[in-house]
């Protein structure tokens, strides 16, 4: 049994419940959008996924065994996780800096081999960040540094990816080129990423299915045209949204507030 | 970075801190030549010149070394547990409650031994001390960055001894000041053979080096590390433990050496980069060398008389730090 198959999942904080009884499977070859309000759990099931939290209850399996039961080194091959935050407290080259996710992959001594080397390279060219290599993660903006991030998730050549907000700090192009290299990264070979995102737009052109939180404890998952409609993302958000079509464009904008008495 | 590079920095380390070795068991009220050193080291006679080198300049050098190797790797080790660059060995309290100790034994004139054992002993409480304050974050996984706190009840158990420090300081008659101060700046004068500070080195690499690719990810978050298969909780514990009982073991042979602990990993950061693999042998051979030519010069520069050796380390530390630094900044 391939992919993520969550089931009777239920994650609360302290008094709340966010996700209440979620049974659902992430096949090869899907990408999935987790939409939802702030704080609607989106990092927190993140974090079940990739078995990192110790208050999910429930059960979430890879491949048809018990995320508990994977050797970590195992569970680092199979699937990878980029945080929301990084944290850079020392200087560090962009190539060292997304060498270390081949860290799951490392034998001996624990140095990197010419084959990690050059997967690290593969990832930066991935997202346009050959130019990159050498510079200082100390001196990259917001979003360069979010990119790099991305190119390590990436280097550690795991078939299931989970981000945390991939897109955050990206500027219009720069997301849609994350995109897509993600999407032509699923497409050559059974792989599968699973991010949040706040851009419902973007969700609904590159995603293929989409997971929505209301923070109440309620939860859809479908293709993501089948979720994130008006009537459902208006309810989860808490504010009314309509879809305009033009040319054969979609987009999920909000609904303007009546301004007259 | 990789292997090879690395074993170029270890080589040219070493080689230096056996240069220097050798002058310190060369150089002295009574310089000696170093194949007269050499000779000294593996004949069986004993002349006087055999004697000094051998039973005097001998364990003041390796005492040296074992104490600098020590603080050099505990404050590189304290710096990625803490993910901060200003951390050093002394920040989490060891030397604190090694000197609290040791103070209250000097004033209480006991022997010599007792001062070196009770120096242990205040180092132990206090790392026993920062534990149980901090198991939460130092035993169980906090889903949050856990070293704000830790660094931050390290740093004021390390302020009440200081206090304390004060204290005994301010009441000690004026012919056990002198000692007393001598002790809080760091002095290799008198070191018995530091069996205890090699051998705590040897353990120390044997326990870190293996998990060093492990810290280069810990310096990532907590939650990107524990993503990638390391098993943070129990490396974050045997860091701390390493780092600190590193930090007791050099400050019970050599007293409170400053600056050691935080310029010595600075310095080999900033000239070879970060890689913990690379950084923390490094950091030891660096930290040996640097201790045992401070104290070369703290006891030939106004021979007969003697210095501190942690008078020479700050007075050096400073401003080769704040060169290193400043060189690079645009």
Redesign the interface.
Known sequence: MNGLQVSQLTLRVVDRVLIADLTQTFASGEMWCIAGPNGAGKTTLI?AL?G?S?AASGSISLDGKALREWR??D??RRR??M?Q???D?????VL??VM??R??H?TG????SDADRAAAHTALDTLGLATFASRDVLSLSGGERQRVALAATLC?DAPLLLLDEPLAHLDLHHQIDCLEALGEWIGSKPRSVIFSCHDLNLARRFATHALLLDGAGHTHAGPVCDVLTPERASAAFGYPLTLIQQDGHEALVPVMRSTSP | MNARRASIVWTVLGLAALAVFVASLALGSIAVSPLRVIQALVSQSTDVIDEIVLSLRLPRALGGFASGALLGMAGALLQVLLRNPLAEPYVLGVSGGAAAFALAAMLFSLSWWSVDAAAFAGAFLSILLVLGLARRELWRGEPQDASPRLLLTGAVIAAGWGALITLMLAVAPENRLRGMVFWLTGDLNGVAMPWAALIALAVALVAIVPVAPQLNILLRGDVAAEALGVPVVRLRLRVYLVASLAAAAAVTTAGTIGFIGLVVPHVLRLAFGNDQRMLLPASALGGGLAVMGADLIARTVIAPAQLPVGVITALIGVPVFLWMLLRRAP
């Open positions: 974090a990739a990192l110790k970590s080194n569970l680092a990878a996780l945080p935050a990084t944290h407290a020392f200087s560090a080259t060292d800096t270390l996710n860290f799951p490392l001594w624990g140095w990197e550690q």
